[in-house]
């Protein structure tokens, strides 16, 4: 992904690729078997070479052996007691990766695949989503290996008040702000909000985002990572003179994410054909109604495969990874990282598939973007096209700050406004760093920059 441009000279260029290559070894020595935080690392350090040739003030400030080394990690245990009267037990994370432009802010997960390496890939690329935003807010992210699904709401009662009564001591408005990520919805926050009102003995209502509307939540915080996806995808569609209207659009998983991915491409008179869980995949040849969708996944917490009890026409698909064999104009990987692999992306690049959104946190492995660039798929990565979810959030910071709630159409536009802006400036870092329309090393560049200059800013810390 490295380009020598005209400004850097070759000697240039090779000093700054032997600074990147050099940390990256740091990163994976002091990072052992950490497999999915050496992707994120790697994926970002590719981009950045130019950025060090044109630039050695970053080098002499050593700020990327410093930005891929969390400011603090928190890791504890969460004992509860399940509705039989078991004591279980889980493991809790948090990383407070940078602060160099505000606060940690990040979500919180809740799934079985959590670990530390999964939590350090997830804030490492949260430092540069947030600093896309243009919104005042650093890179964290938490979460634990507690899976939700399959436990009453007084389980994931017992647990989360478990876990809020260790994390409480390490957040607050000015500090850490948590949200929601995968398994951590709606309930969840509310149950931790309480809990940390109650230990804290106050109403901090900024300390939380993705709260309920009737105690200091946003409107339009729900739709945000799904409308702000498409609106991203939509303008790497205008920039070529092409729109969603028309157009055939795959949405993997089903979750909160996808069902607003779904309704807003749909909105734009795009057709959906097709969302998934964890266990398979709807085709429905007609649309998916995601009416039907949001009562099974956000009402009753079913599986996906009960769409075809109310659709009999849709098809129900044993296994959520073959739905990128689907032919489509558009694909809106929406549900975990690393869904989809060279196989897979393969198979969208013969079926015609002409743009690519990341709704989900790196669904793509590094060989699928390779195969998409190469093939000219229009490629919105996820630190740029789902930055939509964190930047509602820092706008409900702001009217936690101000105490002043704002309407679904203003929240809506800002956030309209933000996915533009994010386009506009990763397009314009990748051509300025000799990467023309190369949407993964814009953003990359276009977030790193603005959180590099406030580190050196503030000295040696």
């Given at each position: 992904m490295t380009t020598i441009t005209n400004e850097v000279t070759q000697g240039e260029f090779q000093a700054a690729k032997k600074y990147v290559d050099d940390v990256y070894e740091i990163v994976k020595k002091r990072n052992p078997?950490?497999?999915?935080?050496?992707?994120?690392?790697?994926?970002?350090?590719?981009?950045l070479t130019p950025v060090f040739a044109k630039n050695p003030k970053y080098i002499q400030h050593n700020i990327l052996e410093r930005m891929v080394e969390p400011e603090r990690i928190i890791s504890f245990r969460v004992p509860w007691v399940d509705d039989n009267g078991n004591v279980r037990v889980n493991r809790g994370y948090r990383v407070q990766f940078s602060s160099a432009i505000g606060p940690y802010k990040g979500?919180?997960?809740?799934?079985?695949?959590?670990?530390?390496?999964?939590?350090?890939?997830?804030?490492?690329?949260?430092?540069?989503?947030?600093?896309?935003?243009?919104?005042?807010?650093?890179?964290?992210?938490?979460?634990?290996?507690?899976?939700?699904?399959?436990?009453?709401?007084?389980e994931v009662m017992r647990f989360t008040q478990s876990f809020m009564t260790e994390l409480y001591r390490h957040i607050g408005p000015d500090i850490d702000v948590p949200a929601g990520d995968i398994g951590v919805g709606a309930r969840e926050i509310g149950?931790?909000?309480?809990?940390?009102?109650?230990?804290?003995?106050?109403?901090?209502?900024?300390?939380?985002?993705?709260?309920g509307i009737q105690y200091g939540g946003s409107l339009?915080?729900?739709?945000?990572?799904?409308?702000g996806t498409v609106y991203f995808v939509d303008e790497m569609l205008q920039d070529k003179g092409q729109t969603f209207d028309g157009r055939t659009v795959v949405v993997s998983g089903s979750g909160n994410v996808s069902i607003y991915a779904i309704e807003k491409a749909t909105q734009l008179g795009a057709k959906v054909v097709a969302c998934s869980d964890s266990n398979g995949y709807i085709y429905d040849e007609n649309g998916i109604d995601v009416a039907t969708v949001k009562q099974?996944?956000?009402?009753?917490?079913?599986?996906?495969?009960?769409?075809?009890?109310?659709?009999?026409?849709?098809?129900?698909?044993?296994?959520?990874?073959?739905?990128?064999?689907?032919?489509?104009?558009?694909?809106?990987?929406?549900?975990?990282?690393?869904?989809?692999?060279?196989?897979?992306?393969?198979?969208?690049?013969?079926?015609?598939?002409?743009?690519?959104?990341?709704?989900?946190?790196?669904?793509?492995?590094?060989?699928?973007?390779?195969?998409?660039?190469?093939?000219?798929?229009?490629?919105?990565?996820?630190?740029?096209a789902?930055?939509?979810?964190?930047?509602?959030?820092?706008?409900?910071?702001?009217?936690n700050s101000s105490r002043v709630p704002w309407t679904f159409e203003e929240?809506?536009?800002?956030?309209?406004?933000?996915?533009?802006?994010?386009?506009?400036?990763?397009k314009e870092a990748a051509a300025e760093f000799g990467h023309e329309g190369n949407l993964v090393v814009g953003a990359n560049i276009a977030g790193f920059v603005k959180v590099a200059d406030a580190m050196i800013s503030q000295g040696v810390i």
């Open positions: 078997g950490e497999s999915e935080f050496h992707q994120a690392v790697q994926e970002i350090f590719e981009s979500g919180l997960r809740f799934h079985p695949s959590v670990s530390a390496s999964i939590i350090k890939f997830l804030g490492f690329e949260q430092i540069f989503k947030n600093s896309l935003t243009g919104q005042p807010i650093g890179g964290g992210k938490g979460g634990s290996d507690f899976d939700p699904k399959g436990k009453s709401d007084n149950y931790m909000f309480g809990q940390y009102k109650r230990l804290r003995g106050g109403y901090e209502a900024g300390v939380l985002t993705g709260k339009a915080r729900t739709e945000a990572t799904g409308f099974l996944k956000e009402v009753e917490r079913k599986r996906i495969s009960e769409y075809v009890n109310v659709h009999p026409t849709a098809q129900y698909v044993e296994g959520c990874s073959s739905i990128w064999s689907i032919p489509c104009d558009i694909a809106l990987p929406c549900a975990t990282q690393n869904e989809i692999n060279a196989e897979a992306a393969q198979m969208l690049v013969n079926n015609g598939v002409k743009a690519i959104g990341e709704g989900a946190n790196m669904p793509s492995t590094l060989e699928a973007i390779e195969i998409f660039l190469k093939n000219d798929v229009l490629f919105g990565p996820a630190k740029a789902n930055a939509g979810g964190v930047a509602v959030s820092a706008l409900e910071m702001a009217q929240v809506d536009a800002k956030l309209h406004n933000i996915m533009k802006n994010i386009f506009k400036n990763s």
